[in-house]
Nanobody, 126 residues
Framework: QVQLVESGGGLVQAGGSLRLSCGAS????????MGWFRQSPGKEREFVVA????????YYKDSVKGRFTISRDNAKNTVYLQMNSLKPEDTAVYYC???????????????????WGQGTQVTVSS
């Protein structure tokens, strides 16, 4: 059974930092693009950031540029999201996703990603 498991969420004050991790089991995604999405109550799940298979290309939502950094360790089959200077509007459930059909980032729409984690809650207090 293929699983993506996120960890690292929690409660943090505005201006603080968190590092999310997404580990894969059941198969390797070292040749695939990966991404992070987030969803707040009453809102659609939205794209946050994506990374190509080798980390050579990254794409960020404008509002997180300069604050969030995605990285990956293919040897560990793990993707990371370092989040700095967090704001209350970053509060959401964060989901890791994998595009099993693409090595490059084919798009920011959630439809490109066919494997999803269960999500981890990030809450930023003001």
């Amino acid at each position: 059974q293929v699983q993506l498991v996120e960890s690292g969420g929690g409660l943090v004050q505005a201006g603080g930092s968190l590092r999310l991790s997404c580990g894969a089991s059941g198969r390797t995604f070292s040749s695939n693009a990966m991404g992070w999405f987030r969803q707040s109550p009453g809102k659609e799940r939205e794209f946050v950031v994506a990374i190509s298979w080798n980390g050579g290309r990254t794409y960020y939502k404008d509002s997180v540029k300069g604050r969030f950094t995605i990285s990956r360790d293919n040897a560990k089959n793990t993707v990371y999201l370092q989040m700095n200077s967090l704001k209350p509007e970053d509060t959401a459930v964060y989901y890791c996703a994998a595009d099993s059909q693409g090595s490059r980032v084919r798009g920011t729409d959630r439809a490109w990603y066919d494997y999803w984690g269960q999500g981890t809650q990030v809450t930023v207090s003001s």
